[in-house]
């Protein structure tokens, strides 16, 4: 039976820098903030002020998509590694703390990057769909990196900007009494080996990457939709990893899916926010009355190292 997702909260600091001034920190050259701007379509990064916090963000996210209920589970998929969770439970503690779930297990998921939110979404149904489950157990999901800590983290050479954002959301059980917005038709993760050194890597092995990225993301949803049994024709929307704009344009012309169905309105203002990029496409087209019941979306994170992960959701009608 399948899992559902309730409706995404997003929440974004006050704080927006310009790609072109983390850019020109960077060191780069001038034909490359150029080829960012107007090629890669990046213009803005959420940025957090001097006086907000990342875990305000993540506590803010998470009452919102709680909604005054509780969890079974807190799953926070993250990126960047942060000494406070890594060194010691003061955080994952304050954390539950603050949102009323004090003693819920609480589990970081990391090392694979970007790809990390999107499967916490696979293993909160494995955990949903366990023999001895309760039929209105939920798990929360929480994303968010601060790529603002410093630079080096933030610019990916000649790819994209990282910025400051968070999301959270329910992910429902298979026998739950509460409709969820979207239901959970499938997914699929994947791993090229060869790219292994990420953000080490050699100009060579950078430029190669971009090119068979392009190739596994177009596999990794193939394979989500086949799950669910559906071929790529089948999708109506894409919400991709904002990475950049030319990336998108290349999947389209791979995978034959229409440039129209992958969905960039955010790319401009927001740009790439880590894991949390295809949820907040999601609920943008969600917000903005573009998806209509029955659609389906094929959610896409692609991670340095190299991961995927896309996951297949169809759009239910509200009660």
């Keep these: 039976m399948s899992?559902?997702?309730?409706?995404?909260?997003?929440?974004?600091?006050?704080?927006?820098?310009?790609v072109d001034d983390v850019l020109q920190r960077s060191g780069c050259t001038v034909m490359e903030r150029r080829m960012f701007g107007k090629i890669y379509g990046l213009?803005?990064?959420?940025?957090?002020?001097?006086?907000?916090?990342?875990?305000?963000?993540?506590?803010a996210a998470g009452e919102a998509a709680l909604d005054?209920?509780?969890?079974?589970?807190?799953?926070?998929g993250h990126?960047?590694?942060?000494?406070?969770?890594?060194?010691?439970?003061?955080?994952?503690?304050?954390l539950r703390d603050r949102l009323g779930l004090a003693g819920t297990p609480f589990y970081g998921l990391?090392?694979?990057?970007?790809?990390?939110?999107?499967?916490?979404?696979?293993?909160?149904?494995?955990?949903?769909?366990?023999?001895?489950?309760?039929?209105?157990?939920?798990?929360l999901v929480l994303g968010g990196d601060q790529g603002s800590v410093t630079d080096r983290a933030r610019y990916i050479q000649g790819t994209t900007v990282g910025g400051?954002?968070?999301?959270?959301?329910?992910?429902?059980?298979?026998?739950?009494?509460?409709?969820?917005?979207?239901?959970?038709?499938?997914?699929?993760?994947g791993r090229d080996t060869r790219f292994h050194r990420s953000l080490r890597m050699s100009k060579d092995e950078f430029a190669q990457f971009g090119k068979v990225c392009c190739e596994q993301a177009v596999e990794t949803v193939r394979k989500g939709a086949g799950v669910a049994g559906l071929g790529l024709d089948d999708l109506d929307w894409v919400m991709p990893d904002l990475s950049n704009r030319m990336f998108w344009r290349t999947f389209s012309g791979l995978s034959g899916v229409p440039k129209e169905k992958v969905c960039l309105d955010l790319m401009l203002e927001r740009g790439h926010n880590f894991g949390t990029d295809a949820l907040m496409a999601l609920e943008h087209a969600d917000r903005t009355g573009k998806l209509r019941p029955g659609d389906r979306c094929a959610l896409v994170s692609i991670g340095q190292g190299a991961y995927f992960q896309s996951v297949i959701v169809e759009v239910v009608e509200d009660s």
């Design 164 to 189: 400051d954002a968070a999301v959270g959301f329910l992910v429902h059980g298979p026998g739950s009494a509460t409709k969820p917005r979207y239901r959970y038709l499938g997914g699929a993760g």
């Design 3 to 18: 899992i559902g997702l309730s409706r995404v909260s997003v929440r974004l600091p006050r704080r927006v820098e310009l």
């Design 68 to 76: 005054g209920g509780t969890a079974g589970m807190v799953l926070y």
């Design 43 to 59: 213009r803005d990064s959420p940025t957090l002020a001097l006086d907000e916090r990342m875990e305000d963000l993540l506590v």
């Design 110 to 139: 990391s090392h694979i990057n970007c790809a990390s939110v999107l499967r916490s979404i696979e293993l909160a149904g494995r955990y949903l769909r366990r023999g001895d489950a309760g039929p209105d157990e939920r798990v």
């Design 79 to 94: 990126t960047l590694l942060i000494a406070e969770l890594d060194l010691c439970g003061e955080f994952p503690d304050r």
